[in-house]
């Protein structure tokens, strides 16, 4: 029949074949965008961790057992430390590290001043955000240094949850004894301080 206008049932069914192909060859090229977007967020907290685990681990290690103790909690930890080498001879220093919640989830913040309340240095208290953007933040402790209050925690442990789900740990151990005396240390066979 002339003049009919239309389209075969094999055109037809070779431009369902052609489109469903061009689908799947998007669907895959998402799906992959949204794996590098992951792994790019993965990367990101992973990087924010690293950044901060040395400042965590070096001020846990600074901890001292007197004459405040060490107060720690699942949210908080207060302790007498040591100045880092940055600030020069500020004598010790209240250290405290608080999980708060911010715009962007959940961050960690460190507060450096002095322990005596007279101070009068002025680049006290120093005031910073660790880490930012997470899911959850908690402390937990070998030895519970609520129940201690003149000795330190065995090791203290920062667990982290970024917003993908992925799960982190900072784990420091303070150098100091109840005595105020360094822990030996097997592995190099010297004294910590």
């Known amino acids: 029949m002339k003049g009919e206008a239309g389209f075969t049932l094999v055109e037809l069914l070779a431009a369902l074949v052609a489109g469903g192909l061009l689908l799947a060859l998007v669907g895959a090229m998402t799906g992959g965008l949204g794996r590098q977007l992951q ?3 993965q990367d990101q907290a992973f990087a924010a961790v690293a950044a901060a685990a040395p400042i965590l681990r070096n001020l846990i290690a600074a901890a001292s ?12 930890i207060e302790a007498v ?10 004598g010790p220093l209240k250290m405290q590290l608080d999980i708060v919640r911010a715009s962007d989830g959940v961050a960690l913040d460190v507060t450096l001043d002095a322990d005596d309340n007279g101070g009068g240095d002025p680049r006290l208290p120093i005031r910073r955000t ?12 070998d030895a519970d240094p609520v129940d201690q209050a003149d000795s ?8 982290l ?5 992925a799960h982190w740990t900072i784990a420091a151990a303070p150098r100091l004894n109840a005595a105020g005396g360094c822990k030996f240390d097997p592995i190099s066979l010297a004294c910590r301080q």
């Open 39 to 41: 792994r790019a967020d």
């Open 65 to 76: 057992p007197a004459p405040n103790g060490f107060d720690g909690s699942d949210r908080h």
């Open 81 to 90: 430390v040591a100045p880092p080498m940055a600030i020069g001879a500020a």
């Open 130 to 141: 660790l880490l930012r953007g997470f899911r959850a933040i908690a402390f937990d402790y």
């Open 152 to 159: 330190l925690p065995d090791l203290v442990r920062i667990e």
């Open 161 to 165: 949850t970024d917003p993908r789900g």
